[in-house]
């Protein structure tokens, strides 16, 4: 059963440019999160999607960040116009829906999409 | 959603029990104990999470006192691969946010 899928594990962008960052939940799992870890920071949260519908996007920047998880396909977490300040490290995390997993079940995560800004 | 609070860093001797505290002292009555931890450069694994009794697996034991204001984490036998930051978080059984919150966690250490 593989863990939660995230690509590419290394990304280099230039200032201005776009970077997609992909997520393929755990097979099974419905519900996908996202979190962004700055250097020598911790994680926090940026986004909670079900499939089609954003749930929470209280930790999403206003401007230049958006994020989708369609009906068929990985999640993508989307970043117009990079600047230096997004270099960090991307998790993206995901779990089944709540009721359908025992007690309260937990969320895994990949190891990442680090994202560098030149 | 209930906050929670852990020493910065704690240090474990190879071979021996690491016992990692966490105090949740509002947690409400809906709320799980969940303990991950993050090696350097990895995502965050789960560990372990429970709500009212103690909990065991392959990986660590989770003591929640009677209170539920306070539980502790226990590495049975600490390795050097046991390195990381080790975080508690509470998290609603259902209703409200079903995100997970990370704080700063724990630095654990385990010296050879």
């Known amino acids: 059963n593989a863990g939660v899928m995230q690509n590419p594990r290394h990304l280099v962008r230039r200032r201005g440019q776009e970077a997609r960052l992909r997520c393929s939940p755990m097979k099974g799992h419905s519900h996908v999160y996202w979190y962004r870890q700055l250097p020598e920071e911790g994680l926090k949260f940026m986004v909670y999607l079900q499939k089609e519908n954003i749930i929470d996007e209280s930790g999403m920047p206003k401007e230049r960040f958006s994020a989708e998880f369609p009906k068929e396909g990985p999640s993508i977490l989307r970043i117009q116009q990079v600047v230096r300040g997004d270099s960090a490290a991307y998790f993206c995390?995901?779990?089944?829906?709540?009721?359908?997993?025992?007690?309260?079940?937990?969320?895994?995560f990949g190891n990442g999409t680090r994202l560098t800004v030149t | 959603d209930a906050k929670t609070t852990q020493p910065p860093s704690m240090d474990c001797a190879e071979g021996r029990a690491a016992n990692l505290p966490c105090n949740h002292s509002?947690?409400?009555?809906?709320?799980?104990v969940y303990w991950y931890r993050q090696i350097h450069s990895q995502g965050p694994q789960y560990i372990i999470h429970?709500?009212?009794n103690n909990e065991t697996n392959e990986m660590a034991s989770l003591i929640i006192t009677e209170d539920r204001k306070s539980s502790t984490l226990i590495l049975p036998h600490a390795t050097l691969r046991d390195t990381a930051v080790y975080y508690c978080?509470?998290?609603?059984?259902?209703?409200?946010?079903?995100?997970?919150?990370f704080g700063k966690g724990t630095k654990l250490t385990v010296n050879p």
């Open positions: 509002t947690i409400s009555g809906n709320e799980y």
């Open positions: 429970g709500l009212k």
């Open positions: 995390a995901s779990s089944p829906p709540r009721g359908q997993g025992a007690n309260n079940s937990p969320l895994h």
């Open positions: 978080i509470v998290r609603p059984t259902q209703g409200g946010s079903e995100k997970l919150v």
